[in-house]
């Protein structure tokens, strides 16, 4: 079956406070193409695996078993016939927004690291309050909750399941540490660009509105992460231009480039990229214009996003 438009949702838990692994896992994809009404939920009704129960396809909601660090990643591909924008949604307030444009398919994804309570709600929602929204073909939504010393490979799992199937709408959640330990050190960021921002040459970016900052080390004015201890980190970016310019954008590592971006002018493209980085404490990690000239970003709190995320230490 294809899975062009897919959603794919992944959970980590440490062990609970009686040291018990409890396992959660669901995966969920659309049936068919799906028109959204105004403001309405996507609901993946076919469920092939729901360890747990929390994901519920009938209001296609998922609700947080534990207190914990989350990796919420989504991407979203619109029927060719219309633009679509979904808002990442959080106890009813919208975290972040996808865009897919009409007629190319263009293939848009976001990852957010959210610090969630325990019964707090993540669900995806058509932006428009006046206007429908068609996804493009079949969605797959899944989620899994294992041990720590599983998360690598469970995460990469979740990669490879997107690759083979050109997947569209991807929700990646992780709870990497159970915070009620009070153990580990958790370390997690998300912030936005809150305006319209044009970028100097080799212009660091500097992500204004924070949503997440757990252990500091995220400095908003400089645009900098700091690693505070050698480990496992996922880091992820998102990218829109301005549609008067097109914008390169490298991930950048102590100084040297690691992977880039590139946002074209005149549509709204949304590009992302997420890596897998062994860092050492000390190592910093930042996003700057690839270019010489100016760049224009588009955005207010919603579609340009720097994140990351200490999976385990080393």
Request: proline letters at 3%.
């Amino acid at each position: 079956m294809s899975r062009n438009n897919a959603f794919l949702h992944v959970v980590f838990q440490n062990k609970n406070l009686r040291g018990k692994d409890q396992g959660v896992a669901f995966t969920a994809l659309l049936s068919k193409v799906t028109t959204l009404g105004s403001r309405e939920v996507v609901k993946y009704d076919n469920v092939l695996t729901n360890v747990g129960g929390a994901y519920v396809p009938s209001t296609g909601i998922f609700t947080a078993p534990y207190k914990g660090i989350y990796t919420i990643s989504c991407s979203l591909m619109s029927s060719p016939n219309n633009s679509v924008h979904l808002n990442i949604m959080k106890n009813g307030n919208a975290l972040s927004t996808l865009y897919s444009a009409s007629g190319t398919y263009p293939l848009a994804a976001q990852t957010l690291q959210l610090l969630l309570e325990k019964g707090d709600k993540i669900w995806i929602i058509n932006n428009h309050s006046t206007k429908a929204a068609e996804l493009h073909d079949h969605n797959a939504f899944n989620y899994q909750k294992v041990g720590i010393a599983m998360v690598v490979f469970w995460f990469l799992l979740g990669l490879l399941f997107l690759d083979c199937s050109d997947g569209v709408y991807v929700h990646t959640v992780q709870t990497i540490h159970d915070l009620g330990q009070g153990k580990d050190q958790a370390v997690a960021f998300t912030a936005l660009l809150s305006k319209v921002t044009t970028l100097g040459s080799k212009e660091v970016v500097k992500y204004d509105t924070v949503l997440t900052n757990v252990g500091g080390a995220y400095v908003p004015s400089t645009g900098v992460f700091t690693a505070p201890y050698k480990g496992i980190y996922t880091i992820s970016c998102s990218l829109m231009s301005s549609p008067s310019n097109f914008v390169h954008l490298n991930i950048m590592k102590n100084g040297n480039a690691l992977a880039l971006l590139y946002s074209a002018s005149g549509t709204y493209p949304l590009a992302s990229q997420t890596m897998q980085l062994l860092l050492e404490k000390g190592d910093k990690i930042w996003i700057q214009n690839y270019n010489t000239k100016t760049a224009k970003m588009h955005d207010h709190n919603a579609f340009n996003v720097f994140s990351g995320v200490l999976i385990t230490r080393m």
